[in-house]
């Protein structure tokens, strides 16, 4: 084989999975879109999204900002040498983050030191089998992190929530599937998809789970049964009312695919990998031989490329711009007071990215930089440095903020912090301290880090690089930057509401369906 020209084909695999959506999932979109209720904030997030991807096609940049674990299936002819392929792949996988077509995501478990090239160990991902066919069949899958937190596995039988007792049987894995789409709510960038593995153990059954991700969206599933309850779930999904981003609509599901593996008598698991709308997987089939792309994967059916806004939509975004309230830091406790849930904001001026390991340290440390009245963005950016030294932001949208629940309110108050932005909302703790601090929860499109990017005027410094890329607090200069006021200083949730609303919907799917 020529390695070489393998390896430039997994470059070219990697640049168009991270950078543009395969057609199937594009379809879904769209058909996400038109059922959508104009004027709603899940008709604006749509809108973004559908624009999102738009702009990422045009600059070969990231869909998202978080792209992920690295996860290839590999195929091979009898007599390949994997370990040669295995190399050419992390030599590709380098190369891509250099290029700024990755987020350096490989984070030492113990130290919590970055690599900075996505190797690690155990990293990327690459699982072989060998079959009798002549040519490479390579799949790929980029999953965020924001996603992959909202996967769950669930041991039969069990209790649910709002559900009752689930049993081991058809009825029982259906009452799981319906219960992780709730649990998912908005954190894991609804409308999302949804891959279940019933049977195997515990990773076996996650295996089976993510591998029905590397289905097409539209097939049909040979196993009667299954396919019956995927039809149900798509049905019944969309009536918990969660909808785009958790902001309540008619979107909340835009795939689900079952597959099915024996188990033995003592253990009996439903495992589901949940994946955004951002859902980005493709695959290639290489020649043996020469390493070179034969043919892509799921280029099936009609490919839409969201050029063009209807003359409708154009009227309806100007419309909503009216009501647009303009921020800039420093924010004032008082005008922080006058917003209230389903506000737009757009800021223009200051604001901080912190994830993790910015809200730890603030934690315990003195902050670099006065955050009084200022915001803080939980995003960790795409950057690449010009030959002037000079940060360029490549991909910049939110990451979920749930995580950060344990030190937000806390932080808030002790710097002074009048707004966070990141997407899925918070937790009580938070909206607490909301009320008696005088701050508000901004919610962003989840993926948009197109979008975002393009909001990003300037990058004016950055401190404790030495947590890596993603984790380090960039400065950045912002103009027209929209969000959502989904929590607010009075004391409001609308996560909590669509959290509560959704739980009820779903106890109308207690009863049994399946006989």
Same mark, same amino acid.
């Given at each position: 084989?020529?390695?070489?020209?393998?390896?430039?084909?997994?470059?070219?695999?990697?640049?168009?999975?991270?950078?543009?959506?395969?057609?199937?999932?594009?379809?879904?979109?769209?058909?996400?879109?038109?059922?959508?209720?104009?004027?709603?904030?899940?008709?604006?997030?749509?809108?973004?999204?559908?624009?999102?991807?738009?702009?990422?096609?045009?600059?070969?940049?990231?869909?998202?900002?978080?792209?992920?674990?690295?996860?290839?299936?590999?195929?091979?002819?009898?007599?390949?040498?994997?370990?040669?392929?295995?190399?050419?792949?992390?030599?590709?996988?380098?190369?891509?983050?250099?290029?700024?077509?990755?987020?350096?995501?490989?984070?030492?478990?113990?130290?919590?030191?970055?690599?900075?090239?996505?190797?690690?160990?155990?990293?990327?991902?690459?699982?072989?089998?060998?079959?009798?066919?002549?040519?490479?069949?390579?799949?790929?899958?980029?999953?965020?992190?924001?996603?992959?937190?909202?996967?769950?596995?669930?041991?039969?039988?069990?209790?649910?929530?709002?559900?009752?007792?689930?049993?081991?049987?058809?009825?029982?894995?259906?009452?799981?599937?319906?219960?992780?789409?709730?649990?998912?709510?908005?954190?894991?960038?609804?409308?999302?998809?949804?891959?279940?593995?019933?049977?195997?153990?515990?990773?076996?059954?996650?295996?089976?789970?993510?591998?029905?991700?590397?289905?097409?969206?539209?097939?049909?599933?040979?196993?009667?049964?299954?396919?019956?309850?995927?039809?149900?779930?798509?049905?019944?999904?969309?009536?918990?009312?969660?909808?785009?981003?958790?902001?309540?609509?008619?979107?909340?599901?835009?795939?689900?695919?079952?597959?099915?593996?024996?188990?033995?008598?003592?253990?009996?698991?439903?495992?589901?990998?949940?994946?955004?709308?951002?859902?980005?997987?493709?695959? $290639?089939?290489?020649?043996?031989?020469?390493?070179? /792309? &034969? +043919?892509?994967? !799921? #280029?099936?059916?009609?490919?839409?490329? @969201?050029?063009?806004?209807?003359?409708?939509?154009?009227?309806?975004?100007?419309?909503?711009?009216?009501?647009?309230?303009?921020?800039?830091?420093?924010?004032?406790?008082?005008?922080?007071?006058?917003?209230?849930?389903?506000?737009?904001?757009?800021?223009?001026?200051?604001?901080?990215?912190?994830?993790?390991?910015?809200?730890?340290?603030?934690?315990?440390?003195?902050?670099?930089?006065?955050?009084?009245?200022?915001?803080?963005?939980?995003?960790?950016?795409?950057?690449?440095?010009?030959?002037?030294?000079?940060?360029? $932001?490549?991909?910049?949208?939110?990451?979920?903020? /749930? &995580? +950060?629940?344990? !030190? #937000?309110?806390?932080?808030?108050?002790? @710097?002074?912090?009048?707004?966070?932005?990141?997407?899925?909302?918070?937790?009580?703790?938070?909206?607490?301290?909301?009320?008696?601090?005088?701050?508000?929860?901004?919610?962003?499109?989840?993926?948009?880090?197109?979008?975002?990017?393009?909001?990003?005027?300037?990058?004016?410094?950055?401190?404790?690089?030495?947590?890596?890329?993603?984790?380090?607090?960039?400065?950045?200069?912002?103009?027209?930057?929209?969000?959502?006021?989904?929590?607010?200083?009075?004391?409001?949730?609308?996560?909590?509401?669509?959290?509560?609303?959704?739980?009820?919907?779903?106890?109308?799917?207690?009863?049994?369906?399946?006989?």
């Amino acid at each position: 084989m020529n390695i070489a020209k393998f390896e430039e084909s997994m470059y070219q695999l990697i640049v168009e999975t991270s950078t543009k959506l395969p057609k199937d999932v594009r379809r879904a979109v769209k058909a996400a879109k038109e059922k959508e209720n104009a004027g709603t904030r899940a008709a604006m997030s749509l809108a973004t999204i559908t624009n999102n991807i738009k702009m990422a096609d045009d600059q070969v940049s990231p869909i998202c900002q978080d792209t992920g674990l690295p996860t290839f299936k590999i195929k091979t002819p009898v007599g390949v040498n994997q370990i040669e392929l295995k190399a050419a792949i992390k030599n590709a996988i380098v190369q891509a983050t250099k290029d700024g077509k990755l987020r350096p995501n490989a984070v030492d478990s113990l130290t919590g030191k970055n690599s900075g090239d996505n190797l690690g160990d155990g990293l990327p991902v690459v699982k072989f089998e060998q079959w009798e066919k002549d040519y490479i069949d390579v799949r790929l899958i980029l999953k965020g992190g924001g996603c992959e937190n909202k996967n769950i596995q669930y041991s039969l039988p069990c209790e649910l929530d709002g559900l009752g007792r689930a049993g081991r049987d058809l009825d029982g894995i259906r009452k799981c599937i319906m219960h992780s789409v709730y649990q998912a709510q908005g954190q894991g960038c609804s409308a999302g998809f949804i891959g279940v593995g019933i049977g195997g153990d515990r990773s076996s059954g996650y295996d089976l789970a993510k591998e029905q991700l590397f289905r097409s969206v539209e097939d049909v599933n040979p196993n009667g049964d299954l396919r019956k309850l995927e039809e149900y779930v798509m049905e019944n999904a969309n009536k918990l009312g969660i909808g785009t981003m958790g902001f309540g609509g008619e979107a909340t599901l835009l795939g689900c695919k079952i597959g099915v593996m024996h188990r033995i008598p003592a253990s009996f698991y439903v495992s589901v990998a949940y994946n955004c709308w951002a859902f980005r997987r493709m695959g $290639v089939a290489v020649d043996a031989e020469s390493g070179e /792309i &034969r +043919e892509w994967a !799921y #280029q099936d059916g009609e490919f839409i490329d @969201f050029a063009e806004e209807t003359e409708a939509e154009r009227e309806t975004a100007a419309a909503r711009s009216e009501d647009v309230i303009t921020l800039q830091a420093p924010i004032t406790e008082e005008q922080i007071r006058t917003l209230k849930v389903g506000d737009v904001v757009e800021i223009t001026g200051k604001m901080y990215t912190g994830r993790d390991a910015i809200h730890k340290y603030l934690t315990d440390h003195d902050a670099p930089v006065d955050l009084n009245g200022q915001v803080i963005y939980h995003c960790g950016p795409v950057m690449l440095k010009d030959e002037d030294g000079v940060w360029h $932001v490549k991909a910049a949208g939110p990451t979920t903020s /749930i &995580r +950060e629940e344990p !030190y #937000q309110g806390d932080i808030m108050k002790k @710097f002074g912090i009048r707004a966070v932005i990141g997407k899925g909302g918070m937790g009580p703790t938070t909206l607490a301290a909301l009320k008696e601090h005088g701050g508000v929860y901004l919610n962003a499109i989840g993926g948009a880090a197109q979008y975002y990017a393009d909001c990003i005027k300037g990058v004016e410094g950055v401190d404790l690089m030495e947590f890596g890329i993603p984790e380090a607090m960039w400065h950045l200069r912002v103009e027209g930057f929209r969000a959502v006021v989904t929590m607010d200083s009075h004391g409001n949730s609308l996560h909590a509401d669509v959290d509560k609303s959704s739980l009820e919907k779903l106890a109308q799917f207690k009863e049994p369906v399946f006989k």
